[in-house]
């Protein structure tokens, strides 16, 4: 194994020997050994780890982000088709999801849910929630049903992707610690409709508000929704409605929830079924929040007050 000194390192690496010591103390990006002198030697690894975070910082991504990933995400990360550099603020803004959505389908291409694992977990961690739901999630769930429905994906990789997104996302839900007295929210889709990952994300954007969520799941009985929703005195019953085809059996479905559920507890529905005319059959106040966007914006609305 070779040892490098911080001059060759700096030379082989582009970095300068301050900003090496800066990323060592501030991020523990490296941890040389020292020789009976006292002086810093550097293996490969550490050479390797170096030259991918200048790579990754040249690229536009903060140190301070992507000094956090592993070694193996971080390599994952460049090998995904780089975008030609731009100005970081830029970049942080636009492209980091682009980056992470071409090594989900890398991965998902290859069956290898390790990958799609490591990239959705390693993305979570680097974008702020709302970022990581609404740019970056949200569009790789719509291109995966596209791209299912148009036979260009394969049914076993549609099931694998949404079987390591269900568990990262549940996983993060329950990282965020609720604020002093928070509400409590209970997010469920009812019976009949099986598509859960638009609730889900909203589970999970309300859970990185500081809310208390309860997630029941898709396909839920109207009557298990509403003991579940009085049992642990929730605030709010988020539905998720998509499937606008079958819209008699889901109005008969939400009219008989409404009649149930207590004044007390708003009802917020969720996904592009929930419309003014589905509403007004419920005879009591409920919120449309057909998109993600506008789940997210009135959520912050009700937190202010506003």
């Not at 082989?12 to 523990?28: A, F, H, P, V």
């Not at 708003?266 to 966007?293: F, H, M, N």
Request: net charge positive.
């Amino acid at each position: 194994m070779t040892n490098y000194r911080i001059l060759g390192v700096a030379r082989l690496t582009g970095l300068t020997t301050d900003t090496i010591r800066k990323w060592e103390r501030r991020y523990c990006v490296v941890t040389p050994r020292r020789d009976e002198r006292g002086i810093r030697r550097y293996t490969d690894a550490d050479l390797r780890r170096l030259q991918d975070l200048r790579h990754a910082t040249d690229l536009g991504y903060p140190i301070g982000e992507v000094a956090r990933l592993t070694p193996q995400e971080l390599s994952e990360l460049l090998r995904s088709k780089p975008l030609p550099a731009v100005p970081s603020a830029v970049r942080r803004k636009r492209n980091l999801p682009d980056v992470f959505t071409r090594a989900v389908l890398t991965g998902l291409a290859r069956y290898d849910g390790e990958q799609v694992d490591r990239m959705l977990s390693a993305a979570a961690r680097l974008l702020p929630a709302s970022e990581f739901v609404l740019d970056l999630m949200s569009p790789l769930f719509a291109h995966i049903g596209r791209a299912w429905r148009s036979g260009s994906l394969e049914i076993g990789q549609e099931h694998l992707f949404s079987a390591v997104a269900r568990s990262v996302l549940g996983n993060l839900i329950r990282t965020y610690p609720p604020r002093p007295d928070a509400p409590l929210a209970v997010f469920a889709t009812p019976a009949g409709e099986p598509h859960e990952f638009g609730v889900l994300l909203a589970a999970m954007l309300a859970a990185s508000e500081g809310l208390r969520v309860q997630y029941l799941g898709p396909n839920m009985p109207v009557a298990s929704i509403v003991q579940t929703a009085e049992q642990v005195r929730a605030q709010a019953l988020v539905l998720g409605v998509v499937r606008s085809r079958q819209r008699s059996s889901l109005s008969r479905a939400l009219v008989s929830l409404a009649a149930a559920l207590p004044d007390r507890i708003e009802l917020w529905l969720g996904g592009k079924a929930a419309q003014k005319d589905l509403i007004s059959r419920l005879q009591r106040p409920a919120t449309a929040v057909p998109t993600l966007p506008d789940f997210y914006r009135h959520l912050r609305s009700r937190l202010s007050g506003s």
